[in-house]
RNA sequence: GUGGGUGUAGCUCAGUUGGCAGAGCACCAGGUUGUGGUCCUGGGUGUCGAGGGUUCAAGUCCCUUCACUCACCCCA
């Protein structure tokens, strides 16, 4: 075959693909039991959407977007993340003129043009939680016991929530001349100097241990937040402690995205190598007025799907997904074929999973299918069966096999699989 | 974008100083035309990632390229 997925598209098929779908499924549950409602928003936005929103100082949006000219010479980009697009999305439907905050939630397909390796794609997938509209930290503190829930609901042991404030408008200019200051001072490259002018506060988050070496006695945003922010941060931690949810605090976390104001976190994985965060998000309070709308606060989160498969597998844990067959027909001959066709449909209809051997295939190779199918049990129909208008229903546990007349057997089977 | 590693069957991988492409699992057929999973017999299912070069001869050596992967970077 002379054509491959794109360069970094990670697809998922069977069988990893249903655990893929099972934790999209748990989470929906998880966001719906807290009230949040999904949608759906444009996989695509005006460029100018996350130059504004997400910052034209961010690696996201100065290097890594999907851009491109559409017919009628409107710049448009592949959404690199959710939140610029859901809170876009909320204001032009007016959610936000209801009752707040906005709970919602989606998720889907993000697109970042980065060098791919293990859990880093070109088009990856995300959980994304917002919770927009109120300002109080037990909103901040439900969407992080939400992630950490869904965490724990899928069987994971070993995540780590990494939590801190980046302040508000009143105090984060201060700290930020001051960090400025202090790393004016130090022997960097040039493309970190000029991170300096730009955003001071993502050099903090640098890996290399030359620079951490310099970083060690920089002043913390944590010592400079305002009384407001200082109290805001430290009732979050104490909701979080009511609710056993344990955390590090993290005073160097910042993120790469501009709009991040006070609680900022970060779930890490320590069995994923590099690309160890398996999710993250914070406030964002500027966000709305950034992109032209009213003053709306918002807090929200985007959970990695394809890290949180790999995180599943490096714990040896296998999410349940449901039976994808119960029962599995094996006809013989023409007339057989055609009668167990109808008893396939009727099994559905009754709420069974059902599925049946399909391209005329002979007993044993259709037995074959019974077995591989996962199913319980094989109903196996020929000349002899249909004469007596009866039907062989074998447990293929047991090997056990009865006769059931074909009238009883959508209900016989019923009751067996329930 | 920058470095390193790896590409051989559906999967995991062997393949010597260049000399007829292999193993296990999976898959298909039969043993058994009314019985699967066990067992027995048979079957290799392949553009050795792709393109070019050296050579009597290339999976093996050289060049280019693509993909994956690890790290930087970045973040989910």
């Given at each position: 075959?002379?054509?491959?997925?794109?360069?970094?598209?990670?697809?998922?098929?069977?069988?990893?693909?249903?655990?893929?779908?099972?934790?999209?499924?748990?989470?929906?549950?998880?966001?719906?039991?807290?009230?949040?409602?999904?949608?759906?928003?444009?996989?695509?936005?005006?460029?100018?959407?996350?130059?504004?929103g997400?910052?034209?100082?961010?690696?996201v949006?100065?290097?890594?977007?999907?851009?491109?000219?559409?017919?009628?010479?409107?710049?448009?980009?592949?959404?690199?993340?959710?939140?610029?697009?859901?809170?876009?999305?909320?204001?032009?439907?007016?959610?936000?003129?209801?009752?707040?905050?906005?709970?919602?939630?989606?998720?889907?397909?993000?697109f970042?043009?980065?060098?791919?390796?293990?859990?880093?794609?070109?088009q990856f997938?995300?959980?994304?939680?917002?919770?927009i509209g109120?300002?109080?930290p037990?909103?901040?503190?439900?969407?992080i016991?939400?992630?950490?829930?869904?965490?724990?609901?899928?069987?994971?042991?070993?995540?780590?929530?990494?939590?801190?404030?980046?302040?508000?408008?009143?105090?984060?200019?201060?700290?930020?001349?001051?960090?400025?200051?202090f790393?004016?001072?130090?022997?960097?490259?040039?493309?970190?100097?000029?991170?300096?002018?730009?955003n001071p506060?993502?050099?903090?988050?640098?890996?290399?241990?030359?620079?951490?070496?310099?970083?060690?006695?920089?002043p913390?945003?944590?010592?400079?937040?305002?009384?407001?922010?200082?109290?805001?941060?430290?009732?979050?931690?104490?909701?979080?402690?009511?609710?056993?949810?344990?955390?590090?605090?993290?005073?160097?976390?910042?993120?790469?995205?501009?709009y991040?104001?006070?609680?900022?976190?970060?779930?890490?994985?320590?069995?994923?190598?590099?690309?160890?965060?398996i999710?993250?998000?914070?406030?964002?309070?500027?966000?709305?007025?950034?992109?032209?709308?009213?003053?709306?606060?918002?807090?929200?989160?985007?959970?990695?799907?394809?890290?949180?498969?790999?995180?599943?597998?490096?714990?040896?844990?296998?999410?349940?997904?449901?039976?994808?067959?119960?029962?599995?027909?094996?006809?013989?001959?023409?007339?057989?074929?055609?009668?167990?066709?109808?008893?396939v449909?009727d099994?559905?209809?009754?709420?069974?999973?059902?599925?049946m051997?399909?391209?005329?295939?002979g007993l044993k190779?259709?037995?074959?299918?019974?077995?591989?199918?996962?199913?319980?049990?094989?109903?196996?129909?020929?000349?002899?069966?249909?004469?007596?208008?009866?039907?062989?229903?074998?447990?293929?546990?047991?090997?056990?096999?009865?006769?059931?007349?074909?009238?009883?057997?959508?209900?016989?089977?019923?009751?067996k699989?329930?």
């Open positions: 075959m002379s054509f491959q997925a794109p360069k970094g598209v990670k697809e998922y098929v069977p069988p990893q693909a249903s655990t893929f779908y099972a934790i999209r499924a748990a989470f929906a549950e998880t966001a719906r039991r807290a009230g949040y409602s999904y949608l759906e928003t444009a996989v695509f936005e005006d460029t100018q959407l996350f130059a504004r997400v910052g034209e100082s961010t690696d949006v100065s290097k890594e977007m999907y851009t491109f000219t559409d017919r009628g010479g409107r710049s448009l980009t592949l959404r690199p993340e959710f939140t610029a697009g859901v809170l876009r999305a909320v204001l032009e439907h007016g959610l936000h003129r209801g009752q707040l905050p906005v709970k919602v939630w989606t998720d889907g397909p993000v970042r043009a980065e060098a791919p390796q293990e859990g880093r794609y070109r997938y995300q959980l994304d939680l917002e919770a109120s300002e109080d037990a909103v901040d503190a439900e969407t016991a939400l992630a950490w829930q869904w965490y724990t609901t899928l069987g994971l042991t070993q995540v780590r929530l990494l939590l801190n404030s980046l302040g508000c408008r009143e105090c984060r200019p201060i700290y930020r001349a001051r960090l400025q200051e790393l004016r001072a130090l022997d960097l490259d040039e493309a970190t100097r000029a991170r300096i002018e730009i506060l993502r050099v903090l988050d640098d890996k290399r241990p030359e620079v951490q070496e310099q970083l060690a006695d920089a913390l945003i944590g010592d400079h937040l305002c009384a407001g922010c200082k109290s805001y941060h430290d009732r979050v931690k104490q909701l979080l402690a009511d609710l056993g949810i344990p955390w590090e605090d993290s005073p160097r976390l910042v993120r790469g995205l501009d991040y104001t006070r609680t900022t976190f970060e779930f890490d994985h320590p069995l994923l190598g590099a690309q160890s965060g999710g993250g998000g914070g406030r964002y309070d500027g966000l709305s007025e950034a992109i032209g709308g009213p003053a709306l606060p918002g807090i929200g989160f985007g959970l990695g799907l394809d890290r949180t498969v790999i995180a599943l597998e490096r714990e040896g844990v296998e999410p349940a997904t449901p039976a994808r067959c119960e029962v599995y027909g094996v006809a013989l001959g023409d007339e057989a074929a055609r009668a167990m066709f109808t008893l449909n099994l559905r209809a009754a709420g069974v999973a059902a599925d051997a399909f391209g005329g295939k190779g259709a037995m074959k299918g019974a077995d591989r199918s996962g199913a319980r049990f094989a109903l196996i129909l020929g000349e002899r069966d249909l004469a007596a208008r009866a039907v062989q229903v074998k447990d293929l546990t047991t090997a056990d096999q009865t006769e059931v007349p074909l009238a009883q057997v959508v209900d016989v089977l019923k009751g699989v329930q």
